[in-house]
């Protein structure tokens, strides 16, 4: 709430109160305060007062790929990328995941859509909108989140009505009209 006039109505007019229940116990869990503000980096310490910073997050590098929230998600990075350099001469990544080297070092290639220009034309490298690939992949880290959220992937939706209506078919048409 920092930076915000003080005249503002209190949230209770206008926010669900559940969302701002999930994030107070989250909240303090990390040692923060237990106003209801989404202050993650602050942690609730005044502006005019020095933070003392969490522990830097530990890079896991143990070769374990996490599960994609959504399927379009990019995938998060199970190995360290310490050194790897991406700049104009050279792309250290795409030594391993170009399609031609992906055997020799066991890693996944590259989707087709990394090839693929804005007008969806494949090219023979990799496309310049996908070259700097930590723009979007990131390292997986030990870091705990820093603001609380409920998000819960489709299956989990889906088990969720089909164990209210007792059927794939029945849910279906009913998730057709939640947002
Ligand atoms: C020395 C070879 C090598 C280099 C260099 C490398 N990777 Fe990997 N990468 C792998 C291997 C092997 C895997 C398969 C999982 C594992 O063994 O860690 C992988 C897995 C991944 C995955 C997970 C894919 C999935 O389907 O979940 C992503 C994303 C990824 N790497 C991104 C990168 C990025 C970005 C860089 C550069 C900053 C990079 N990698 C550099 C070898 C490499
Ligand atoms: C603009 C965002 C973006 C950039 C930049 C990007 N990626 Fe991706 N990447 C994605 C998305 C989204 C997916 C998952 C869907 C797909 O495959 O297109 C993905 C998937 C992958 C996968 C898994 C492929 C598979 O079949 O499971 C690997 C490996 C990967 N990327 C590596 C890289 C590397 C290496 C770079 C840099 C050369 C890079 N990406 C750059 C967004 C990006």
């Known amino acids: 709430m920092v930076g915000r006039g003080s005249k503002r109505p209190p949230p209770d007019t206008a926010a669900p109160a559940p969302k701002a229940v999930a994030v107070t116990s989250a909240a303090s869990a990390l040692g923060r305060t237990t ?26 590098n143990v070769d374990r790929k996490r599960l994609r929230a959504y399927p379009m998600q990019p995938p998060t990075i199970p190995h360290s990328i310490d050194g790897y350099q991406v700049d104009k001469n050279s792309n250290r990544c795409m030594l391993c995941h170009a399609r031609a080297n992906a055997e020799k070092f066991q890693a996944p290639p590259v989707s087709v859509t990394h090839y693929m220009d804005r007008d969806d034309q494949f ?5 310049p909108r996908r070259y700097f690939c930590n723009q979007c992949h990131v390292v997986q880290t030990d870091a705990q989140p820093l ?18 209506s007792g059927s794939v078919h029945e849910a279906a048409v009913a998730s057709k009209g939640t947002p």
């Open 123 to 127: 090219l023979a490298t990799i496309s």
């Open 35 to 60: 106003t209801r503000q989404l202050d993650g980096l602050r942690r609730g310490v005044p502006v005019d007062q020095e933070a003392s910073p969490l522990p830097m997050a530990r890079v896991e």
């Open 147 to 164: 603001v609380a959220n409920n998000f819960e992937d489709i299956d989990t939706v889906m088990a969720a009505a089909v164990a209210e």
